[in-house]
Protein backbone atom coordinates (compact mmCIF):
# COMPACT_ATOMS: atom_id res chain seq x y z
CA UNK A 1 0.00 0.00 0.00
CA UNK A 2 0.98 3.20 -0.89
CA UNK A 3 1.75 5.90 1.82
CA UNK A 4 -0.45 8.75 2.23
CA UNK A 5 1.59 11.88 1.87
CA UNK A 6 2.68 13.70 4.27
CA UNK A 7 2.52 17.42 4.52
CA UNK A 8 3.97 20.20 7.27
CA UNK A 9 2.97 23.36 7.30
CA UNK A 10 4.47 26.48 9.44
CA UNK A 11 3.66 29.48 11.07
CA UNK A 12 1.87 30.74 14.30
CA UNK A 13 -0.98 28.48 14.38
CA UNK A 14 -4.35 29.29 15.49
CA UNK A 15 -6.33 26.29 17.88
CA UNK A 16 -9.54 27.13 19.80
CA UNK A 17 -7.59 27.73 22.78
CA UNK A 18 -4.49 29.55 21.88
CA UNK A 19 -2.00 30.75 19.24
CA UNK A 20 0.84 28.74 18.97
CA UNK A 21 3.75 31.33 17.27
CA UNK A 22 6.05 28.83 16.21
CA UNK A 23 3.75 26.26 15.24
CA UNK A 24 3.54 23.29 13.08
CA UNK A 25 0.16 21.50 11.51
CA UNK A 26 0.74 18.03 9.79
CA UNK A 27 -1.13 16.81 7.67
CA UNK A 28 -1.51 13.07 6.10
CA UNK A 29 -3.62 12.12 3.50
CA UNK A 30 -7.00 13.73 4.19
CA UNK A 31 -6.45 14.45 8.12
CA UNK A 32 -4.28 16.47 10.10
CA UNK A 33 -2.08 14.33 12.29
CA UNK A 34 -0.24 16.66 14.35
CA UNK A 35 -0.74 20.06 15.78
CA UNK A 36 1.36 21.35 18.09
CA UNK A 37 5.17 23.28 18.53
CA UNK A 38 8.04 22.74 16.46
CA UNK A 39 9.64 21.52 19.73
CA UNK A 40 6.97 19.11 20.26
CA UNK A 41 6.81 17.75 16.62
CA UNK A 42 9.99 16.12 16.94
CA UNK A 43 9.12 14.31 19.65
CA UNK A 44 6.40 12.99 18.07
CA UNK A 45 8.13 11.40 15.00
CA UNK A 46 7.99 14.22 12.28
CA UNK A 47 11.16 16.00 12.59
CA UNK A 48 11.59 14.97 8.67
CA UNK A 49 8.76 16.48 7.75
CA UNK A 50 9.41 19.66 9.63
CA UNK A 51 12.20 19.98 7.87
CA UNK A 52 11.16 19.63 4.82
CA UNK A 53 8.86 22.12 5.03
CA UNK A 54 9.24 25.59 3.74
CA UNK A 55 9.97 28.45 6.58
CA UNK A 56 7.00 29.95 7.19
CA UNK A 57 6.72 33.93 6.30
CA UNK A 58 6.70 36.35 8.81
CA UNK A 59 3.85 36.40 10.56
CA UNK A 60 2.00 33.50 8.24
CA UNK A 61 -0.63 32.33 10.13
CA UNK A 62 -2.17 28.77 10.13
CA UNK A 63 -6.14 29.01 10.54
CA UNK A 64 -8.29 25.88 10.77
CA UNK A 65 -10.46 26.03 7.06
CA UNK A 66 -13.40 28.30 8.00
CA UNK A 67 -17.25 27.42 7.89
CA UNK A 68 -19.91 30.22 6.83
CA UNK A 69 -23.56 28.72 7.49
CA UNK A 70 -25.11 31.83 5.39
CA UNK A 71 -24.32 32.49 1.58
CA UNK A 72 -26.03 33.52 -1.61
CA UNK A 73 -23.06 33.07 -3.77
CA UNK A 74 -19.54 34.98 -4.93
CA UNK A 75 -17.49 34.80 -8.14
CA UNK A 76 -20.35 36.05 -10.40
CA UNK A 77 -23.04 33.23 -9.49
CA UNK A 78 -26.08 33.09 -6.95
CA UNK A 79 -27.28 30.03 -5.39
CA UNK A 80 -30.78 31.48 -5.47
CA UNK A 81 -30.58 32.12 -9.33
CA UNK A 82 -28.99 28.79 -10.05
CA UNK A 83 -30.92 26.23 -12.07
CA UNK A 84 -27.65 23.63 -12.65
CA UNK A 85 -24.79 22.12 -10.36
CA UNK A 86 -21.99 24.34 -12.75
CA UNK A 87 -23.31 27.36 -11.72
CA UNK A 88 -23.85 26.73 -8.03
CA UNK A 89 -19.96 25.38 -8.08
CA UNK A 90 -18.35 28.45 -9.28
CA UNK A 91 -19.95 30.40 -6.20
CA UNK A 92 -18.33 27.21 -4.02
CA UNK A 93 -14.91 27.23 -5.61
CA UNK A 94 -14.78 30.90 -5.15
CA UNK A 95 -15.30 31.05 -1.60
CA UNK A 96 -12.91 27.84 -1.16
CA UNK A 97 -10.00 29.38 -2.82
CA UNK A 98 -10.39 32.16 -0.07
CA UNK A 99 -10.30 29.67 2.60
CA UNK A 100 -14.11 28.64 3.37
CA UNK A 101 -13.63 24.92 3.10
CA UNK A 102 -17.37 24.27 4.27
CA UNK A 103 -20.06 26.66 2.95
CA UNK A 104 -23.76 26.54 3.53
CA UNK A 105 -25.62 27.53 -0.04
CA UNK A 106 -28.68 30.14 1.07
CA UNK A 107 -31.86 30.80 -1.13
CA UNK A 108 -33.94 33.68 -0.75
CA UNK A 109 -38.04 33.67 -0.78
CA UNK A 110 -39.37 32.69 -3.63
CA UNK A 111 -42.68 30.87 -4.87
CA UNK A 112 -42.74 27.49 -3.75
CA UNK A 113 -41.67 25.76 -7.18
CA UNK A 114 -38.81 27.78 -7.57
CA UNK A 115 -37.49 26.78 -4.11
CA UNK A 116 -38.30 22.96 -4.75
CA UNK A 117 -36.32 23.16 -7.86
CA UNK A 118 -33.43 24.81 -6.25
CA UNK A 119 -33.11 23.20 -3.20
CA UNK A 120 -32.91 20.06 -5.96
CA UNK A 121 -29.78 21.59 -7.26
CA UNK A 122 -28.44 22.09 -4.23
CA UNK A 123 -29.16 18.89 -2.61
CA UNK A 124 -26.84 17.03 -5.74
CA UNK A 125 -24.25 19.11 -4.58
CA UNK A 126 -24.30 18.57 -0.63
CA UNK A 127 -24.33 14.64 -2.04
CA UNK A 128 -21.10 14.91 -3.87
CA UNK A 129 -19.71 16.27 -0.92
CA UNK A 130 -19.14 20.18 -2.44
CA UNK A 131 -21.70 21.63 -0.06
CA UNK A 132 -21.89 21.56 3.83
CA UNK A 133 -25.58 22.24 3.71
CA UNK A 134 -28.59 24.16 2.61
CA UNK A 135 -30.09 27.54 4.24
CA UNK A 136 -33.47 29.28 3.17
CA UNK A 137 -33.98 32.55 4.25
CA UNK A 138 -37.96 32.72 4.08
CA UNK A 139 -40.54 32.57 3.11
CA UNK A 140 -42.13 32.72 5.96
CA UNK A 141 -40.91 36.39 7.21
CA UNK A 142 -41.92 39.65 7.82
CA UNK A 143 -42.93 41.75 4.59
CA UNK A 144 -41.84 44.73 7.09
CA UNK A 145 -38.49 44.08 7.39
CA UNK A 146 -37.77 42.13 4.44
CA UNK A 147 -34.81 43.58 3.71
CA UNK A 148 -33.55 42.45 0.00
CA UNK A 149 -36.25 39.93 -0.16
CA UNK A 150 -39.20 39.79 -2.38
CA UNK A 151 -42.31 40.68 -0.63
CA UNK A 152 -44.65 39.34 -3.37
CA UNK A 153 -43.38 36.02 -2.58
CA UNK A 154 -43.37 35.83 1.10
CA UNK A 155 -46.41 33.49 2.44
CA UNK A 156 -47.88 32.61 5.78
CA UNK A 157 -46.13 29.72 7.06
CA UNK A 158 -46.90 26.01 6.08
CA UNK A 159 -45.40 23.38 7.85
CA UNK A 160 -46.49 20.81 5.02
CA UNK A 161 -44.26 23.14 2.66
CA UNK A 162 -41.72 22.64 4.91
CA UNK A 163 -41.47 18.97 5.31
CA UNK A 164 -41.49 19.23 1.72
CA UNK A 165 -38.86 21.11 0.91
CA UNK A 166 -36.80 19.25 4.53
CA UNK A 167 -37.53 16.08 2.21
CA UNK A 168 -36.24 17.29 -1.22
CA UNK A 169 -33.52 18.79 0.97
CA UNK A 170 -32.28 15.23 0.90
CA UNK A 171 -30.78 15.70 4.97
CA UNK A 172 -28.62 18.45 3.65
CA UNK A 173 -31.30 21.40 4.96
CA UNK A 174 -29.53 23.42 7.78
CA UNK A 175 -31.87 26.22 8.62
CA UNK A 176 -34.86 28.23 8.06
CA UNK A 177 -35.21 31.92 8.56
CA UNK A 178 -38.42 32.25 10.25
CA UNK A 179 -39.97 35.47 11.88
CA UNK A 180 -41.22 33.95 15.13
CA UNK A 181 -44.36 36.36 15.37
CA UNK A 182 -45.96 34.75 12.07
CA UNK A 183 -48.81 32.41 12.64
CA UNK A 184 -48.52 29.32 12.04
CA UNK A 185 -44.47 29.50 13.05
CA UNK A 186 -44.85 27.83 16.56
CA UNK A 187 -46.94 24.89 18.42
CA UNK A 188 -46.94 21.53 18.05
CA UNK A 189 -47.73 21.78 14.03
CA UNK A 190 -45.98 24.84 13.48
CA UNK A 191 -43.26 25.12 11.30
CA UNK A 192 -40.78 25.07 14.45
CA UNK A 193 -41.76 22.07 15.20
CA UNK A 194 -41.75 20.85 11.40
CA UNK A 195 -37.95 22.07 10.97
CA UNK A 196 -36.59 20.14 14.12
CA UNK A 197 -38.59 17.23 13.22
CA UNK A 198 -36.91 17.26 9.70
CA UNK A 199 -33.45 17.70 10.92
CA UNK A 200 -33.23 21.07 10.94
CA UNK A 201 -32.79 24.45 12.75
CA UNK A 202 -35.14 27.41 13.00
CA UNK A 203 -33.42 30.68 12.35
CA UNK A 204 -35.21 33.65 13.83
CA UNK A 205 -35.10 36.97 11.61
CA UNK A 206 -36.85 39.25 9.36
CA UNK A 207 -38.92 40.36 12.05
CA UNK A 208 -40.78 42.60 13.85
CA UNK A 209 -41.90 40.75 16.74
CA UNK A 210 -42.19 42.34 19.71
CA UNK A 211 -39.69 40.94 23.09
CA UNK A 212 -42.64 39.30 24.41
CA UNK A 213 -43.26 37.30 20.77
CA UNK A 214 -39.68 36.82 20.72
CA UNK A 215 -39.02 35.40 24.12
CA UNK A 216 -42.63 32.79 23.88
CA UNK A 217 -40.91 31.49 20.76
CA UNK A 218 -37.42 31.24 21.83
CA UNK A 219 -38.70 29.41 24.99
CA UNK A 220 -40.23 26.62 22.99
CA UNK A 221 -38.00 25.84 20.34
CA UNK A 222 -35.22 25.30 23.10
CA UNK A 223 -37.55 23.10 25.19
CA UNK A 224 -38.32 21.28 21.75
CA UNK A 225 -34.40 20.69 20.97
CA UNK A 226 -33.72 19.78 24.20
CA UNK A 227 -36.36 17.17 24.22
CA UNK A 228 -35.58 15.93 20.02
CA UNK A 229 -33.09 13.30 20.53
CA UNK A 230 -30.57 13.69 17.54
CA UNK A 231 -31.28 17.27 16.94
CA UNK A 232 -28.91 18.64 14.19
CA UNK A 233 -27.89 21.01 17.22
CA UNK A 234 -28.90 22.20 20.69
CA UNK A 235 -29.55 26.02 19.68
CA UNK A 236 -31.79 27.56 16.80
CA UNK A 237 -29.75 30.66 15.12
CA UNK A 238 -30.37 34.03 14.66
CA UNK A 239 -30.81 35.41 11.33
CA UNK A 240 -27.91 38.26 10.93
CA UNK A 241 -28.69 40.32 14.28
CA UNK A 242 -29.16 43.86 13.96
CA UNK A 243 -30.36 43.71 10.00
CA UNK A 244 -33.78 42.72 9.17
CA UNK A 245 -35.44 43.47 12.43
CA UNK A 246 -36.53 46.32 14.43
CA UNK A 247 -34.08 48.18 16.41
CA UNK A 248 -33.65 47.97 20.26
CA UNK A 249 -35.43 51.32 21.63
CA UNK A 250 -35.67 51.23 25.62
CA UNK A 251 -39.41 51.92 25.08
CA UNK A 252 -39.85 49.19 22.14
CA UNK A 253 -37.42 47.03 22.85
CA UNK A 254 -38.55 44.45 20.37
CA UNK A 255 -36.26 41.04 19.98
CA UNK A 256 -32.80 42.29 20.09
CA UNK A 257 -32.00 41.92 23.69
CA UNK A 258 -33.96 38.82 23.61
CA UNK A 259 -31.69 37.21 21.11
CA UNK A 260 -28.79 38.50 22.93
CA UNK A 261 -30.15 37.34 26.69
CA UNK A 262 -30.80 34.25 25.31
CA UNK A 263 -27.43 33.76 23.74
CA UNK A 264 -25.70 34.76 26.94
CA UNK A 265 -27.19 31.84 28.39
CA UNK A 266 -25.76 29.72 25.39
CA UNK A 267 -29.27 28.91 24.25
CA UNK A 268 -28.76 30.46 20.92
CA UNK A 269 -26.37 31.08 18.37
CA UNK A 270 -26.41 35.12 16.89
CA UNK A 271 -25.18 35.60 12.91
CA UNK A 272 -22.83 38.94 12.99
CA UNK A 273 -22.00 40.14 9.24
CA UNK A 274 -19.57 41.88 11.03
CA UNK A 275 -17.76 43.11 7.48
CA UNK A 276 -17.73 46.92 8.50
CA UNK A 277 -21.18 47.59 5.92
CA UNK A 278 -23.71 45.35 7.88
CA UNK A 279 -22.56 46.62 11.35
CA UNK A 280 -19.75 48.49 12.95
CA UNK A 281 -16.89 46.18 13.96
CA UNK A 282 -17.16 48.17 17.67
CA UNK A 283 -20.70 46.70 18.19
CA UNK A 284 -19.45 43.69 16.81
CA UNK A 285 -17.11 43.54 19.45
CA UNK A 286 -19.25 44.14 22.29
CA UNK A 287 -21.61 41.21 21.16
CA UNK A 288 -18.71 38.94 21.65
CA UNK A 289 -18.07 40.75 25.50
CA UNK A 290 -21.78 40.04 25.96
CA UNK A 291 -22.69 36.51 24.83
CA UNK A 292 -19.40 35.17 24.87
CA UNK A 293 -17.41 33.76 21.56
CA UNK A 294 -19.06 30.17 21.93
CA UNK A 295 -22.58 31.42 20.99
CA UNK A 296 -21.71 33.79 18.13
CA UNK A 297 -21.44 32.78 14.41
CA UNK A 298 -19.47 35.27 12.09
CA UNK A 299 -21.20 34.65 8.00
CA UNK A 300 -21.12 36.51 5.15
CA UNK A 301 -24.75 36.65 3.69
CA UNK A 302 -22.44 36.72 0.46
CA UNK A 303 -24.24 37.48 -2.91
CA UNK A 304 -23.00 36.82 -6.46
CA UNK A 305 -20.70 39.77 -6.03
CA UNK A 306 -18.04 38.36 -3.78
CA UNK A 307 -14.90 38.99 -4.73
CA UNK A 308 -16.36 41.02 -8.17
CA UNK A 309 -16.11 44.38 -9.15
CA UNK A 310 -18.86 46.80 -9.03
CA UNK A 311 -21.38 46.45 -11.01
CA UNK A 312 -25.09 44.96 -11.56
CA UNK A 313 -25.87 41.40 -9.92
CA UNK A 314 -28.81 39.71 -9.30
CA UNK A 315 -30.52 38.39 -5.92
CA UNK A 316 -33.40 35.92 -6.65
CA UNK A 317 -35.53 37.94 -8.44
CA UNK A 318 -34.40 41.27 -7.61
CA UNK A 319 -31.67 43.24 -9.26
CA UNK A 320 -28.77 44.00 -7.26
CA UNK A 321 -26.13 47.53 -7.58
CA UNK A 322 -22.85 47.12 -6.42
CA UNK A 323 -21.08 50.64 -5.76
CA UNK A 324 -18.01 50.89 -3.63
CA UNK A 325 -18.38 47.30 -2.69
CA UNK A 326 -21.35 47.54 -0.96
CA UNK A 327 -24.38 45.78 -2.92
CA UNK A 328 -27.91 47.48 -2.75
CA UNK A 329 -30.95 46.83 -4.09
CA UNK A 330 -31.58 48.52 -7.75
CA UNK A 331 -32.76 52.03 -6.67
CA UNK A 332 -33.36 51.22 -3.59
CA UNK A 333 -31.71 51.82 -0.44
CA UNK A 334 -31.76 48.01 1.42
CA UNK A 335 -28.36 46.06 1.37
CA UNK A 336 -28.61 43.33 -0.12
CA UNK A 337 -25.35 40.78 0.82
CA UNK A 338 -22.24 40.72 1.68
CA UNK A 339 -19.35 41.17 -1.63
CA UNK A 340 -16.70 39.76 1.38
CA UNK A 341 -15.25 36.32 2.06
CA UNK A 342 -15.49 34.75 5.01
CA UNK A 343 -11.70 35.32 5.88
CA UNK A 344 -12.60 39.00 5.51
CA UNK A 345 -15.03 39.17 8.13
CA UNK A 346 -12.53 37.70 10.52
CA UNK A 347 -10.47 39.86 9.66
CA UNK A 348 -13.05 43.04 10.05
CA UNK A 349 -13.95 41.49 13.22
CA UNK A 350 -10.15 41.16 14.64
CA UNK A 351 -9.71 45.12 13.38
CA UNK A 352 -12.86 46.10 15.72
CA UNK A 353 -10.63 44.73 18.67
CA UNK A 354 -11.98 40.48 18.65
CA UNK A 355 -9.34 38.48 20.18
CA UNK A 356 -7.80 36.41 16.89
CA UNK A 357 -8.88 33.39 18.57
CA UNK A 358 -11.84 34.17 19.17
CA UNK A 359 -13.00 35.64 15.61
CA UNK A 360 -11.34 32.37 13.76
CA UNK A 361 -13.70 30.51 16.75
CA UNK A 362 -16.84 32.00 15.68
CA UNK A 363 -16.02 31.24 12.27
CA UNK A 364 -15.13 27.82 12.23
CA UNK A 365 -15.89 25.42 15.15
CA UNK A 366 -19.12 27.21 16.13
CA UNK A 367 -20.39 27.00 12.87
CA UNK A 368 -18.77 23.39 12.37
CA UNK A 369 -21.08 22.81 15.66
CA UNK A 370 -24.54 23.91 14.08
CA UNK A 371 -23.73 21.69 11.25
CA UNK A 372 -23.76 18.90 13.64
CA UNK A 373 -20.08 18.24 12.30
CA UNK A 374 -16.99 17.42 14.90
CA UNK A 375 -14.83 16.50 11.56
CA UNK A 376 -14.07 19.93 10.23
CA UNK A 377 -13.74 23.21 11.91
CA UNK A 378 -10.54 23.22 14.08
CA UNK A 379 -6.84 22.14 14.01
CA UNK A 380 -6.83 18.89 15.63
CA UNK A 381 -4.96 15.83 14.90
CA UNK A 382 -8.05 13.57 13.24
CA UNK A 383 -10.14 15.92 11.51
CA UNK A 384 -10.22 16.28 8.31
CA UNK A 385 -6.76 18.70 6.47
CA UNK A 386 -9.01 22.58 6.20
CA UNK A 387 -6.32 24.31 6.35
CA UNK A 388 -6.00 28.23 5.35
CA UNK A 389 -2.44 29.46 5.27
CA UNK A 390 -2.21 33.39 5.61
CA UNK A 391 -0.09 36.80 5.72
CA UNK A 392 0.21 38.10 8.32
CA UNK A 393 -2.44 40.71 7.63
CA UNK A 394 -5.12 37.60 7.24
CA UNK A 395 -4.89 37.21 3.49
CA UNK A 396 -4.90 33.87 1.91
CA UNK A 397 -1.46 32.35 0.66
CA UNK A 398 -2.40 29.05 0.62
CA UNK A 399 -5.85 26.63 1.26
CA UNK A 400 -6.27 23.09 1.44
CA UNK A 401 -9.55 20.99 1.71
CA UNK A 402 -8.86 17.20 2.85
CA UNK A 403 -5.17 18.09 1.79
CA UNK A 404 -5.83 19.45 -1.55
CA UNK A 405 -4.39 22.58 -2.66
CA UNK A 406 -7.48 24.86 -3.61
CA UNK A 407 -5.68 26.56 -6.46
CA UNK A 408 -5.07 30.28 -5.20
Known amino acids: MTPEPVLALRGRVVTPSTVLDDGVVVLQGERIAFVGTRADAAGAGWQEAVEAAAPAAEGALVLPGLVDVHNHGGGGASFPDAEDAATA ?183 LIDDGTHIDPELGR ?58 DVVRSCVAGGVPLVDAVYAASVTPAGVLGRTDIGALEAGRRADVVVTDAELRPVRVLRGGIDQGR
Open 89 to 271: QVAIDEHRRHGTTSLVASLVTATPDVLRQRVQVLADLADAGELAGIHFEGPFISAERCGAQNPAAIQEPDAALTAELLELGRGHVVTMTLAPEAPGVRGTDGVVAALVAGGALPSFGHTVATAAQTRAALAETVELLAGTPGARSGRATVTHLFNGMNPMHHRAPGPIPEFLAAASHGDLLVE
Open 286 to 343: AVFELVGRDNVLLVTDAMAAAGMPDGSYQLGSLAVTVADGVARLTGGESIAGGTAHLL
